[in-house]
Structures are given as C-alpha cells and as structure tokens.
C-alpha cells in the first residue's frame, strides 16, 4: 500500500500517459496496470480544441481531494 498524506493506494505503480501511440491503447495500458495514480504532461494535451482527441475525457476520474 502506498499511503501520500491522507491517501491510500493500493497500487505503487505510477504511471506516465505520454509514450502511447494513440489514445485507445493509451486507455488499454492504464485499465490493464491496475494503476490508480497517472501522469499527464498537460503542455501536450489541448482540452480546449474540440476536435482533438483529450484522453481526460476518457477516464472515469475519482477526485479525492
């Protein structure tokens, strides 16, 4: 278990979204990792032009805070 202040993890594996060559096997990889903390390099994503692809909207996002 990793534990980050009041967080709880059950996975210690972290991670990154940028190395996949689309956003399908981008959704694959996180789903099949068990992952439950990503990474994400904003800068490349943009949430603001509607037709590019925003894996964001992909997700089921839980936000803990």
């Known amino acids: 278990m990793l534990k980050i202040g009041p967080y709880e ?3 210690r594996l972290l991670l ?3 190395k ?3 956003l ?3 959704k694959q990889a996180v789903e099949v990792s068990g992952a439950e903390i990503l990474t994400f390099a904003v ?3 943009n949430i603001f032009e509607p037709n590019q692809p925003n894996f964001l909207g ?4 839980i936000f803990l805070w």
């Open 9 to 11: 993890f059950q996975s």
């Open 16 to 18: 990154g979204t940028g």
């Open 20 to 22: 996949y060559p689309d």
């Open 24 to 26: 399908e096997v981008q």
């Open 43 to 45: 800068r490349r994503m």
């Open 58 to 61: 992909n997700l089921d996002l």
